[in-house]
């Protein structure tokens, strides 16, 4: 029987990964394999990078890689030079070295496990042709299928929604996860993977571990976070507070309602003194597909 551990999404979040770890040890497994997101949003970019080289995980690259990997370079769309919309862009190209820098250019972007005693299993980070378009735990047969065109492998496990799922999908057995940092269901969990394969296919068990973000707190404050990031990291800090998407409903809401508004505290108190139910994805209002 091969047994891995599948973590994804981990976002900078060293605190959260730590508590992964000290769970982790009481499973043995013959490997451990990172399903992109590293790096970003959480202030321990650097550390988590270094953590996954020093074990020798397998990783693959998530869009959060993407964006580090392109800023500054002629692959960076014009938009990101809007230093209210993307300010942790240039924070993050901070956190990391050039030498990590160089040493996340070389990761592949998805990963085949062929093991001898179970079936081959695909690890991506979004989807096939896109890793920043997620498969979130609600989708049908038939929009799955144009997404998997052209895969082989009848497991797939994918990350970037943040949401554990566990389906059966046609000829497909779709896994995700979860996120280790940043948590998206509104509870303070960190959520990885065990899988156990066998001739019959692949067995999913989720952990979910408690963890506290304090330390993660601290640290954004003795770097100034807010004040670097202004009102796109008091949001990235209530993500982290409340384990719920605050960004994407933000920026949903100022497009649709007042796409010229500026990135200040009298937009942000806009917001925030609305509902932001109708400006939230469906996944993130009733997710489904957990183990």
């Not at 394969?197 to 807010?226: D, H, I």
């Amino acid at each position: 029987m091969t047994r891995l551990a599948i973590l994804a999404d981990i976002h900078g979040n060293l605190p959260a990964l730590e508590a992964v770890l000290a769970d982790l040890a009481a499973f043995p497994v013959d490997g451990v394999i990172v399903a992109g997101d590293l790096v970003n949003w959480g202030p321990f970019s650097a550390a988590v990078v270094e953590r996954a080289l020093a074990e020798g995980w397998a990783v693959i690259r998530g869009n959060n890689e993407f964006y580090l990997l392109d800023y500054l370079t002629p692959r960076a769309p014009a938009v990101w030079d809007d230093p209210a919309h993307y300010p942790l862009l240039p924070w993050l190209r901070e956190q990391l070295g050039d030498q990590l820098h160089a040493r996340i250019a070389t990761w592949p972007d998805s990963l085949s496990v062929r093991p001898p005693d179970a079936p081959p299993l695909l690890v991506i980070h979004g989807s096939p042709r896109d890793n920043a378009e997620g498969i979130v735990p609600a989708i049908e047969e038939a929009a799955l299928a144009p997404l998997l065109a052209g895969v082989t492998e009848g497991t797939i496990v994918a990350a970037h929604t943040h949401l554990p799922m566990d389906r059966q999908i046609g000829r497909w057995h779709l896994l995700n996860p979860g996120s280790v940092g940043v948590p998206l269901q509104g509870e303070l969990v960190a959520s990885y993977l065990l899988l156990e394969g066998t001739a019959g296919g692949w067995r999913g068990t989720f952990r979910r571990v408690p963890f506290s973000n304090e330390a993660l707190f601290a640290e954004f404050a003795r770097q100034r976070f807010v004040a670097r990031c202004g009102i796109i990291g008091e949001l990235v800090l209530a993500e982290f507070q409340t384990a719920r998407l605050q960004v994407y409903p933000f920026l949903r809401w100022r497009q649709a309602i007042c796409p010229d508004a500026p990135f200040d505290r009298d937009t942000l108190a806009r917001f925030r003194a609305i509902d932001p139910i109708p400006y939230l994805p469906p996944a993130y209002l009733d997710p489904v597909g957990a183990g």
